[in-house]
């Protein structure tokens, strides 16, 4: 799938949140109900205290399915593995300014293995952590919760963060998306759709929903 512009609304269903016994039909499902992306949260128990998966996951996602994987490291050393999930076939790594690397290197590697590069920062870190890079990346997510388990409740300490990554873009004329990731359903979508995000990453709200279908089409018409 080619990736929408940065006024594109985009749902995309976090595969933490799905039933991991069952993992193949859980993509199916998400597919089917209308992601345009799917989110896979890569955490290695050092950057964030929870272990989640690694490029095997990815891989086997990759070859049994048709959609944009939004892979995002939340893991220390993002640098090292980098090739490992170029490999395995994600779309879109996003890495974490916070994470032990040259977050310049890293984004230059990534766009020039021909991926799309986004960059992540957790609620405590400000803005201005990110700004150097902004013209480097494709996408920046702003973490709506503390990044390493699911489940929490969406932090709207964030919305002013997310309003000036837009001013920003807008001042220097640049095209990149805004994520948001954390606590997403319909209402915190509208809420961060109007400061200025347009992809929202939504894990139970999305995989323990009775109806998906009408979940992603709730959160992406918010």
Known sequence: MISPTCRDRVVAPS??????????EEVGRAIRAGADWLHLDVMDGHFVDNISFGPAVVQAVHEHNDIFLDVHLMISRP???????????????TVHVEADHDVAETLR???KAGCLAG???NPAT???????????IDLLLCMTVVPGFG????????LPKIERA?????ERGLGY???VDGGIAADTAARCAAAGANVMVAGSSTFGAVDMTAAVRDIREA
């Not at 400000?126 to 480097?136: A, H």
């Not at 489940?151 to 964030?158: I, K, N, R, S, T």
């Not at 837009?166 to 807008?170: H, N, T």
């Open 177 to 179: 998306h805004i994520e």
């Open 109 to 111: 590697r990534t766009r």
């Open 79 to 93: 640098d090292h593995y980098l090739e490992r999930f170029l490999a395995a076939g994600a779309d879109m790594l």
């Open 15 to 24: 595969l933490l949140a799905a039933d991991f016994s069952r993992i193949g």
């Open 166 to 170: 837009a001013a920003l873009r807008e």
């Open 119 to 121: 960059l992540s920062l």
């Open 151 to 158: 489940g929490q409740a969406f932090m709207e300490e964030v």
């Open 126 to 136: 400000p803005l201005e952590k990110v700004e150097p890079f902004l013209d480097q």
